[in-house]
């Protein structure tokens, strides 16, 4: 991967020669969803550059199909940008232009530029010709400007319905590029759009919009995916031919593609109307409202998004190294607890009943400044399910009869009697701790080989714990199926068990990295105030390393 930045490059060259005297980008989403990873990549990229070079962002709605956008997803884009730091310099819609790029196509009129053509879209797409095969020309090529004149006012008016009529270019049949072959300009579409309501009945198509966009808002750099290589030559043709003012310039880089992700609007649309998922914001997807959800900061994302840089050519990140920035953001700000998921209870037989002491715990080891905290411990405690085995595999140094283990910030115990239901179930461990061996007095009598974690049974805050795995499913053949058969049926796994008591005070979006179990975030969606919800954003390991 290429992580240097060319547009840097470009952009550098272009301040050299005079090109440019200010950097103007632009962050343009549809309003038709919520954003994800990808688009996070754009913004960065886009606010990124032109703050390196002392230059402006804005954000722009690209709000030129009204049938798919909405005020919903208006408000959700703004919130995401904001949340990731950056703070555009002008607000815009591509709506606010519907007046200027009817008169620009007026323009193209006038000039014999552009012309009404009355086939049907299936029709058009069936004189378009091949890669290997020429187009053929419209009938409707030939009408005089007055009666394309004519006609296009006719369009605004409403005469028409849906497909009726189209604007397009009049620019090459022949063309070796295809989008060059009477590109499609303006479509009639009787429908209410969120910001201009129902005064326009036809809409720019995106390659005529966007660039008269860029061009009205002095755009200077126009960074786009690479799939609209092809499309420059149309781009440049709509700047020329509608003679604008400002001429920008589009560069493309490589989308974000990672592993186990799906990253099209369209189709996390589809998740969240089928009910795949709770809604945009659920932890699992790659939304940057999902993202949030689980736990990601802005901090993670930038940096994971600056990382990854810009390339070139399509490729396919691993989603590891998402998680690596946000583990590398965590570890030295997130306070360390100890939470039992799947709680065993554990009676300590020779500790005195109705006793309660407090033991002092550093709230990150790595980090002494966050200074420390204190456990309440008692003869009941909770400890993980997992941490019990009777008989005990090899190599395991966990709790199991007769075997001494380390707890955490206390002390050492040793189990000497399980207790199980009716059924073989184990409902309760009774053990001996050892009070010499008590955490932080130096005690160097013996060792023993396992730690684990607990919490106080008396004093255990009661909390929910919500598990993910991939939301889609790496499988051999993926690209064959179809997406949705591809959704992991257990990418969701909700546990309850314990935390320590001063977590009562944590509150939505608090993070903390519960020992061995990873990084949480609390729920704000879930979490009530008698009633905590965990994400876990990601566990400890990861087999994931940096190249540098
Ligand atoms: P989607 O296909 O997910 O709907 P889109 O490209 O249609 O994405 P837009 O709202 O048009 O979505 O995109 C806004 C900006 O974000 C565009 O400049 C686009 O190039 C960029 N963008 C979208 N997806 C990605 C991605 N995966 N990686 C990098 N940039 C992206
Ligand atoms: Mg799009």
Not at 31 to 53: R, T, V
Not at 130 to 149: A, F, H, K, M
Not at 422 to 427: F, H, K, L, M, T
Not at 508 to 532: A, E, I, M, S
Request: glycine content about 6%; charged content about 30%; aromatic content about 10%.
């Amino acid at each position: 991967m290429e992580t240097s930045n060319f547009l840097k490059n470009i952009i550098a060259e272009d301040i050299k020669s005079g090109k440019a005297a200010e950097i103007v980008t632009r962050f343009p989403p549809e309003p038709n969803g919520y954003l994800h990873i990808g688009h996070a990549k754009s913004i960065c990229l886009n606010f990124d550059l032109a703050d390196e070079f002392k230059g402006r962002t804005n954000l722009r709605f690209d709000d030129t199909n009204p049938v798919k956008e909405d005020t919903e997803y208006v408000e959700s884009i703004k919130e995401d940008v904001k949340w990731l730091g950056y703070e555009w310099d002008g607000l815009y819609f591509a709506s606010d232009y519907f007046d200027e790029m009817f008169n620009r196509a007026v323009l193209l009129i006038k000039r014999g530029k552009a012309y009404v053509c009355d086939l049907s879209a299936e029709e058009i797409r069936q004189t378009r010709g091949t890669l290997t095969q020429p187009g053929t020309e419209s009938p409707c090529r030939s009408r005089s400007v007055d009666e394309n004149l004519d006609l296009f006012e006719r369009m605004r008016q409403g005469e028409f319905k849906d497909g009726e009529k189209v604007l397009r270019a009049k620019i090459d049949m022949a063309s070796a590029n295809i989008n060059l072959r009477d590109p499609v300009l303006y479509r009639i579409a009787h429908a209410s759009h969120h910001n201009t309501g129902d005064k326009w009945c036809i809409y720019p198509m995106y390659d005529f919009a966007h660039p008269l966009e860029d061009a009205i808002e002095g755009v200077t750099h126009s960074i786009c995916t690479l799939e609209f290589e092809d499309h420059r030559p149309l781009y440049d043709w709509v700047v020329r031919e509608c003679e604008m003012e400002q001429v920008p310039r589009q560069y493309e880089f490589a989308r974000l593609n990672l592993t186990n992700t799906v990253m099209s609007k369209r189709k996390l649309k589809q998740l969240v109307d089928e009910k795949y998922v709770d809604g945009w914001d659920d932890p699992r997807m790659p939304t940057i409202s999902g993202l949030r959800r689980r736990g990601y900061t802005p901090e993670s994302m930038r940096n994971f998004a600056r990382e990854i840089g810009v390339a070139k050519s399509d490729s396919v990140v691993d989603v590891k190294m998402l998680e690596h920035f946000i583990r590398e953001d965590l570890k030295l700000k997130a306070p360390r607890t100890m939470a039992v998921l799947r709680p065993l209870k554990v009676v300590i037989t020779n500790y005195p009943d109705g006793q309660v002491e407090m033991l002092d715990a550093e709230i990150n080891p790595e980090n002494p400044e966050m200074g420390t905290r204190q456990i309440p411990f008692s003869r009941e405690i909770y400890i993980e399910q997992d941490d019990f085995m009777d008989p005990p595999p090899s190599k395991y140094y966990r709790l199991f009869p007769g075997n001494e283990v380390r707890l955490k910030h206390a002390y050492f115990i040793k189990c000497h009697e399980v207790i199980k239901d009716a059924n073989g179930s184990i409902v309760e461990l009774r053990c001996a701790y050892d009070p010499e061996t008590k955490s932080g007095t130096g005690f160097t009598g013996r060792k023993v080989k396992g730690t684990i974690h607990w919490v106080d049974a008396g004093q255990a805050v009661p909390a929910e714990f919500r598990l993910y795995e991939s939301l889609i499913l790496d499988e051999p053949g993926a690209e064959e199926k179809s997406f949705l058969d591809l959704v992991n049926p257990d990418s969701l796994q909700l546990v309850r068990g314990f935390v320590e008591p001063n977590m009562q005070a944590a509150g939505p979006y608090d993070k903390f990295q519960f020992f061995r179990h990873g990084y949480f975030n609390v729920d704000p969606k879930h979490t009530r105030k008698d009633h905590l919800v965990f994400n876990r954003i990601v566990s400890l390991k990861s087999s994931f390393e940096v190249q540098k």
